[in-house]
T-cell receptor, first 109, second 111 residues
Framework: QQQVKQSPQSLIVQKGGISIINCAYENTAFDYFPWYQQFPGKGPALLIAIRPDVSEKKEGRFTISFNKSAKQFSLHIMDSQPGDSATYFCGGGYNKLIFGAGTRLAVHP | EAQVTQNPRYLITVTGKKLTVTCSQNMNHEYMSWYRQDPGLGLRQIYYSMNVEVTDKGDVPEGYKVSRKEKRNFPLILESPSPNQTSLYFC??????????FGNGTRLTVT
C-alpha cells in the first residue's frame, strides 16, 4: 500500500521557470516530510525537509509548502536551472521513511 | 569523508546463486536500512535496523536477509536470488531526527 502519492511522474520546465511537485500522504502519524534529489548513478540526497508544525520552509530557490489539513505538501523550485534536472522523491515518516514514486524533472535551457 | 559505502556497484548473477551486498557507514549511525528502487515504484524499504542486533522487516522483505553484528556494517543477503530481484539497491543510515544518508547504489541483475 502506497502511503505517499507523488505527482507528476515527469515534468519539463524551461530554464528560469517554476517547477512544482506535489505529494499527498495518508498516515497522520508522519512527523517528518523530506524531499530528496537524485542524479543518475548516485544515491538520493536530502534537499529540504519540513515538520508538520510549519506551513512553509524556504532554502534558497527551494520551498516546501505544507498543508496539514489536506495532508499534502509540495516542492517549488524557483528559477529552475538545467542543473536541477534530476529525480525528486518526497517522503513521510520518521524512523521508517516511506517514499513517493518519484518525479523526473527536466529543465530545458 | 562521511559516507555510506556499498559494494559491489554492479553485480550480474544467476538464479539461485547466493550473494551478499555489503554496506558500511563511517558516521557512527545507529539506524541503517536497505531500499530497492524500481521504475514507477520509487524507493521501497526492505529491512531496517535500529541498532546492533536489532533488525526489522520493511515493506518488501521477502527473499532477503540482513544482519547487524557491528554498528558500521549492514549486509544484505540474497540466499536464492530470482529474476524479480533485479533492481537498484540502496543502503542508508542516519541519526535519530536527522535525514537519511544514502550510498551510491548497487545495480543487481539476476538472470
Amino acid at each position: 500500500q502506497q502511503q505517499v502519492k507523488q505527482s507528476p511522474q515527469s515534468l519539463i520546465v524551461q530554464k528560469g521557470g517554476i517547477s512544482i511537485i506535489n505529494c499527498a500522504y495518508e498516515n497522520t502519524a508522519f512527523d517528518y516530510f523530506p524531499w530528496y534529489q537524485q542524479f543518475p548513478g548516485k544515491g538520493p540526497a536530502l534537499l529540504i525537509a519540513i515538520r508538520p508544525d510549519v506551513s512553509e520552509k524556504k532554502e534558497g530557490r527551494f520551498t516546501i509548502s505544507f498543508n496539514k489539513s489536506a495532508k499534502q505538501f509540495s516542492l517549488h523550485i524557483m528559477d529552475s536551472q538545467p542543473g536541477d534536472s534530476a529525480t525528486y522523491f518526497c517522503g513521510g515518516g520518521y524512523n521508517k521513511l516511506i517514499f513517493g514514486a518519484g518525479t523526473r524533472l527536466a529543465v530545458h535551457p | 569523508e562521511a559516507q555510506v559505502t556499498q559494494n559491489p556497484r554492479y553485480l550480474i548473477t544467476v538464479t539461485g546463486k547466493k550473494l551478499t551486498v555489503t554496506c558500511s557507514q563511517n558516521m557512527n549511525h545507529e539506524y541503517m536500512s536497505w531500499y530497492r528502487q524500481d521504475p514507477g515504484l520509487g524507493l521501497r524499504q526492505i529491512y531496517y535496523s535500529m541498532n546492533v542486533e536489532v533488525t526489522d522487516k520493511g515493506d518488501v522483505p521477502e527473499g532477503y536477509k540482513v544482519s547487524r553484528k557491528e554498528k558500521r556494517n549492514f549486509p544484505l543477503i540474497l540466499e536464492s536470488p530470482s529474476p524479480n530481484q533485479t533492481s537498484l539497491y540502496f543502503c542508508a543510515s542516519k541519526l535519530p531526527g536527522s535525514p537519511l544518508h544514502f550510498g551510491n547504489g548497487t545495480r543487481l541483475t539476476v538472470t
